[in-house]
């Protein structure tokens, strides 16, 4: 079946725009996360959504970043007035129960300029 | 201390040789460990997937836990070129935490 599917695969922006990220999640996954995958810093969590529940936005780095699901389905990760340190790949996972392994999409390969 | 260390490498061998990657930790709550493969321009995509201490076998890959001494390995055996890839190591509590804690990745070359 499919997999999580993210758009756009690539973006550049310029510094100061907004920009959205989306996530497709595998079909049936409650769960739903972001994560920010910097060079040399690893993953970073960022949100995570668990079916009707509040999502947990803690790793959030600033409240120029929020994100929400619709229908429990399809995600959007949003970045207002975008800064050159937000430059990232940003990857969206999903999962199908409590304790199970997330699995992942090829990411947004995101270049402020 | 970072909650999850991993040696970044670059790590290279010649096709054929075993390889050994590994993972340290500082929290004793964690008991779902895992390893993804990520090769470049692409997501993590999961390997192996454990429940607190022991062994498990999966082809050419053994993944080893060991609680104890809050230490996770990868094993490859047989390493092929296609192996060549960046190795994150990943756990978590379980439970109500449900986040995942990533090693930084160490970057595999395996030359033909």
């Known amino acids: 079946g499919a997999g999580v599917s993210q758009s756009p695969s690539n973006k550049v922006t310029e510094k100061g725009k907004d920009v959205e990220l989306r996530c497709d999640p595998i079909s049936g996954h409650t769960a739903l996360y972001w994560y920010r995958q910097s060079l040399g810093q690893g993953l970073e969590f960022l949100i995570y959504?668990?079916?009707?529940?509040?999502?947990?936005k803690s790793g959030l780095p600033s409240d120029r970043f929020s994100a929400e699901r619709t229908g429990g389905s399809v995600s959007t990760l949003t970045i207002q007035r975008t800064q050159q340190e937000d430059s990232a790949v940003y990857l969206c996972a999903s999962s199908n129960i409590l304790n199970s392994p997330l699995h992942f999409g090829n990411g947004t390969r995101l270049t402020v300029t | 201390q970072k909650e999850v260390e991993q040696d970044p490498g670059p790590l290279s061998v010649p096709e054929g040789a075993i390889v050994s990657l590994n993972c340290t930790y500082s929290n004793s709550a964690f008991q779902y460990f895992m390893w993804y493969r990520q090769y470049s321009r692409k997501g993590p995509e999961l390997l192996m997937y454990t429940y607190s201490s022991g062994n498990k076998e999966d082809g050419r890959f053994t993944a080893k836990v060991d609680k104890s001494s809050k230490y996770i390995s990868l094993f490859i055996r047989d390493s092929q070129p296609s192996d060549s890839a960046t190795y994150l190591c990943a756990m978590y509590s379980g439970g109500s935490n449900y986040k995942l804690t990533f090693g930084k990745g160490t970057l595999l070359t395996v030359n033909p």
């Open positions: 959504f668990q079916g009707n529940s509040a999502p947990d």
